[in-house]
């Protein structure tokens, strides 16, 4: 990133915080250029573009004022309680003002092709702007192997229905998994069956067993921030993943949906162990931007192209939320937002650890090291009663999320745990919530 973007981001951020309130004086042009170690034009340029963004104004004479309150646009909650169950994007660090200005400069440049229904395949210049932007996580591929879809369900529902080329029928998940599409495989009846993956990972001879003779046509996995574990193979696991795919025929089905918000650069996807000869990669902009804008990406194999195809077939992708994504990923503003909301996630990962190291104890839960993503888990006894601990929890104003709707119904080797999400939590939040969930699951444990 450039220094420009990094003085930007640093300085949105001290406003969210807080740092610099409402109508608080921001430091001289001078000063701040001294703080930062950087020329006046650029901490010019930085106060002209959150000038821009209505986030401060200046006052002739006088300097510049901090004019939007971070939390404004936070939705209308009880303020009391602890959300660790909830999954949707910090409004806080909601990019509302960028993706505005992209919509708006979309219209513009795309006035004419708004007014047709598109291509299933998605717009185009998008597919092309895609190219670049996945090879920044070893996704290599061309533009004629991307499809842009409804959101990232939509690409799975589609593939949960069609046939392979290697001629089989069952879909196999790691338990636990995204309850959705779980539940999504369940009604359609897709002959689906389930293999166990904990903090510790999969085993891998289960799993080879499961594709030699298992009738496996796909393996549905979240390689990276497990939803709901919140953990991530290791590199050798990945490998070795792609391996078992090439020697059975078995394609994977890589649902790499929290991709952006990973601290950790060097954890690259099974695709990048493959090729995309048997892994099929899929996207999700919803995590980092906001669910609303429903756009979803996925590479193909070549082999599963036109049946792919054929199953879309409508173009039903908003073309708008197409263009304006475009805009926003190729004026550098979704690159500067996701290093802001990485750092955001990764600031409360690290005060849930120490929490959970202050207030844990040896037996009581087991609780995953994990750094990056907004998931983690806290395992507990089987001897937990988990609804009533909900109950308490409750009782108490934190909201949490029980493990058991992440299995499938028929799977018997259910682990009791709770899913924790920090994506609207504050650390002193955090404090307080692990230290209840702490005091709860010990009084439930006697």
């Known amino acids: 990133?450039?220094?420009?973007?990094?003085?930007?981001?640093?300085?949105?951020?001290?406003?969210?915080?807080?740092?610099?309130r409402p109508g608080q004086k921001l430091p001289s042009v001078r000063s701040a250029a001294e703080a930062y170690g950087c020329s006046?034009?650029?901490?010019?340029?930085?106060?002209?573009?959150?000038?821009?963004?209505?986030?401060?104004?200046?006052?002739?004479?006088?300097?510049?004022?901090?004019?939007?309150?971070?939390?404004?646009?936070?939705?209308?909650?009880?303020?009391?309680?602890?959300?660790?169950?909830?999954?949707?994007?910090?409004?806080?660090?909601?990019?509302?003002?960028?993706?505005?200005?992209?919509?708006?400069?979309?219209i513009d440049i795309y006035k004419y092709d708004l007014f047709t229904y598109g291509d299933p395949l998605g717009l185009e210049s998008f597919r092309h702007t895609l190219v670049s932007h996945l090879a920044s996580d070893q996704v290599f591929t061309k533009a004629e192997r991307i499809f842009i879809t409804s959101g990232a369900q939509q690409a799975l529902e589609i593939l949960a229905k069609m046939p392979f080329p290697n001629g089989r029928e069952a879909v196999l998940v790691e338990q636990p998994s995204y309850d959705r599409y779980l539940r999504f495989?369940?009604?359609?009846?897709?002959?689906?069956?389930?293999?166990?993956?904990?903090?510790?990972?999969?085993?891998?001879q289960?799993?080879?067993?499961?594709?030699?003779g298992g009738s496996i046509k796909f393996f549905y996995t979240m390689s990276r921030y497990h939803?709901?574990?919140?953990?991530?193979?290791?590199?050798?696991?990945?490998?070795?993943?792609?391996?078992?795919?090439?020697?059975?025929?078995?394609?994977?089905?890589?649902?790499?949906?929290?991709?952006?918000?990973?601290?950790?650069?060097?954890?690259?996807?099974?695709?990048?162990?493959?090729?995309?000869?048997?892994?099929?990669?899929?996207?999700?902009?919803s995590k980092i931007i906001?669910?609303?804008?429903?756009?979803g990406a996925i590479v193909l194999p070549e082999r599963l192209l036109k049946t792919f195809y054929a199953y879309k077939i409508y173009p039903d992708t908003s073309l708008l939320s197409q263009a304006a994504l475009e805009v926003y990923i190729k004026n550098g503003m979704y690159e500067r937002h996701k290093h802001k909301i990485t750092g955001l996630y990764a600031a409360r990962m690290l005060a849930l650890n120490e929490s959970v190291n202050r207030?844990?104890?040896?037996?009581?839960?087991?609780?995953?090291?994990?750094?990056?993503?907004?998931?983690?888990?806290?395992?507990?006894?089987?001897?937990?009663?988990v609804e009533q601990l909900l109950k308490r929890l409750a009782e108490r104003n934190v909201s949490v999320v029980s493990g058991k709707g992440f299995y499938l119904s028929n799977y018997l080797d259910k682990e009791k745990f709770l899913r924790v999400s920090i994506?609207?939590?504050?650390?002193?939040?955090?404090?307080?919530?692990?230290?209840?969930?702490?005091?709860?699951?010990?009084?439930?444990s006697r």
Not at 69 to 89: C, H, N, Q
Not at 92 to 103: G, R, W
Not at 290 to 295: A, E, H, M, T
Not at 424 to 435: D, K, L, N
Request: hydrophobic residues 35%; contains cysteine.
């Open 1 to 20: 990133m450039k220094k420009y973007a990094l003085i930007l981001s640093d300085m949105e951020e001290k406003i969210r915080q807080g740092k610099y």
């Open 40 to 106: 006046i034009s650029t901490i010019t340029r930085a106060y002209a573009e959150l000038e821009k963004r209505h986030v401060i104004y200046s006052v002739p004479q006088s300097g510049y004022y901090v004019v939007v309150k971070p939390g404004e646009w936070r939705d209308e909650r009880d303020g009391s309680m602890i959300y660790f169950a909830t999954v949707l994007p910090d409004l806080d660090a909601f990019p509302y003002l960028d993706f505005q200005h992209c919509l708006n400069k979309a």
């Open 185 to 204: 495989l369940e009604t359609e009846n897709i002959p689906v069956h389930g293999i166990a993956r904990t903090a510790a990972g999969i085993d891998l």
């Open 206 to 212: 289960e799993l080879e067993r499961w594709f030699k």
């Open 227 to 285: 939803n709901p574990l919140g953990t991530s193979y290791n590199a050798e696991e990945r490998r070795a993943i792609a391996k078992l795919a090439g020697k059975y025929g078995v394609y994977i089905l890589e649902d790499d949906y929290m991709a952006d918000l990973g601290a950790d650069r060097q954890s690259d996807p099974i695709y990048a162990s493959d090729g995309g000869e048997y892994v099929i990669y899929v996207k999700s902009f």
């Open 290 to 295: 906001f669910p609303g804008l429903r756009l």
């Open 359 to 385: 207030h844990n104890e040896p037996g009581l839960m087991e609780v995953p090291d994990i750094r990056s993503g907004i998931y983690t888990h806290f395992k507990l006894k089987q001897t937990v009663n």
């Open 423 to 444: 994506s609207q939590t504050g650390a002193e939040q955090i404090e307080e919530g692990v230290r209840i969930i702490t005091e709860a699951v010990r009084k439930g």
